[in-house]
Nanobody, 121 residues
Framework: QVQLVESGGGLVQAGGSLRLSCAAS????????MGWYRQAPGKQRELVAT???????NYADSVKGRFTVSRDNAKNTVYLQMNSLKPEDTAVYYC???????????????WGRGTQVTVSS
């Protein structure tokens, strides 16, 4: 069984910073892309940032220059450093990981349960 557990959400004032972490655990053979998505009330889930095993990253236009995604492959952990936060960044943030687990030849996308980020104006 594979689990993704996020941490680091909370309440912050506009202009502030937060750092999210997400650790994958369980019977993991390999992890390809890891990433972060978010879902605001009444809106669809949207991509925030992704990062490959080799460190290539991709960002939504709305967060470019403010957010930085990184990962520690040895710890199966992905991070999201969020700076210059805006009220419109308020959402539940979910981490994802494309994982090949023990006993399987297939790769599946796993999701964390989400962590709330609230930015006050």
């Amino acid at each position: 069984q594979v689990q993704l557990v996020e941490s680091g959400g909370g309440l912050v004032q506009a202009g502030g910073s937060l750092r999210l972490s997400c650790a994958a655990s369980g019977s993991i053979l390999s992890i390809n892309v890891m990433g972060w998505y978010r879902q605001a009330p009444g809106k669809q889930r949207e991509l925030v940032a992704t990062i490959t095993t080799g460190g290539s990253s991709n960002y939504a236009d709305s967060v470019k220059g403010r957010f930085t995604v990184s990962r520690d492959n040895a710890k199966n952990t992905v991070y999201l450093q969020m700076n210059s936060l805006k009220p419109e960044d308020t959402a539940v943030y979910y981490c994802s990981a494309d994982i090949r687990s023990g006993g399987s030849y297939a790769t599946y996308r796993y999701w964390g349960r989400g962590t709330q980020v609230t930015v006050s104006s």
